[in-house]
Nanobody, 121 residues
Framework: QVRLVESGGGLVQPGGSLRLSCAVS????????MGWYRQAPGRQRDLVAT???????SITESVKGRFTISIDNAKTTVYLQMNSLKPEDTAVYYC???????????????WGEGTLVTVSS
């Protein structure tokens, strides 16, 4: 089965940096879009950034200028570089991917288990 494995979360001081990684493994035809979402306690899960297999990116205004999303050359791993971190960035960060299981079949949506990012002094 398709799996999304996240890494890179942890504790960081305000102003610090972290890089999250999400690797897709398993059997599939192609990846359409990958992205990062985050959910703070008591809040909804919000979109942070997305990147398509063609390189098109989008990023939410609250992290624009501080976060960068990218994919590797194989287009199976997505990264979220987080700089100038603030306490309000504290959340569980989830990797998401829209994946074609086979040619001409509709996309399936997959989620990672989430990785906790804590920004605190």
């Amino acid at each position: 089965q398709v799996r999304l494995v996240e890494s890179g979360g942890g504790l960081v001081q305000p102003g610090g940096s972290l890089r999250l990684s999400c690797a897709v493994s398993g059997s599939f035809f192609a990846i359409d879009t990958m992205g990062w979402y985050r959910q703070a306690p008591g809040r909804q899960r919000d979109l942070v950034a997305t990147v398509s297999s063609g390189g098109r990116t989008s990023i939410t205004e609250s992290v624009k200028g501080r976060f960068t999303i990218s994919i590797d050359n194989a287009k199976t791993t997505v990264y979220l570089q987080m700089n100038s971190l603030k306490p309000e960035d504290t959340a569980v960060y989830y990797c998401n991917a829209e994946i074609y299981p086979a040619p001409f079949r509709p996309r399936n949506n997959y989620w990672g288990e989430g990785t906790l990012v804590t920004v605190s002094s």
